[in-house]
């Protein structure tokens, strides 16, 4: 829950400064026009860190925010990445997580 909440926060840039350095948003949430390339599936979606190094699947690697927090929130769906009110987008994922668990 939190890791979701930390990456709404993040598209919707009410994050602290610092985590929005680390983690980059997918650039086609800046352009407004959709295109055969930036599809609405493709929007308000996280980008994953580009790794040079062998150890880039690393476990300690797939901890770090920059690599888990785009896992998490690009697994969501639209419906649930687009919602605008972090009221409603914390009660939306609740009901999501809890339909899955029971």
Do not use: G
Not at 5 to 22: G, M, N, T
Not at 84 to 98: E, G, N, P, V
């Amino acid at each position: 829950f939190k890791a979701c909440l930390s990456a709404y926060k993040i598209v919707w840039e009410c994050a602290p400064e610092d985590l929005l350095d680390r983690v980059p948003v997918n650039d086609s949430i800046s352009d407004s026009r959709p295109t055969r390339s930036n599809t609405i599936s493709d929007q308000l979606k996280l980008q994953f860190p580009k790794f040079n190094s062998l150890n880039a699947n690393s476990k300690l690697r797939r901890r770090q925010p920059s690599v888990f927090l785009p896992d998490v929130w690009n697994k969501l769906p639209l419906s649930l990445r687009s919602v605008q009110s972090i009221d409603s987008f914390k009660a939306q994922l609740k009901t999501k997580l809890f339909k899955e668990v029971f």
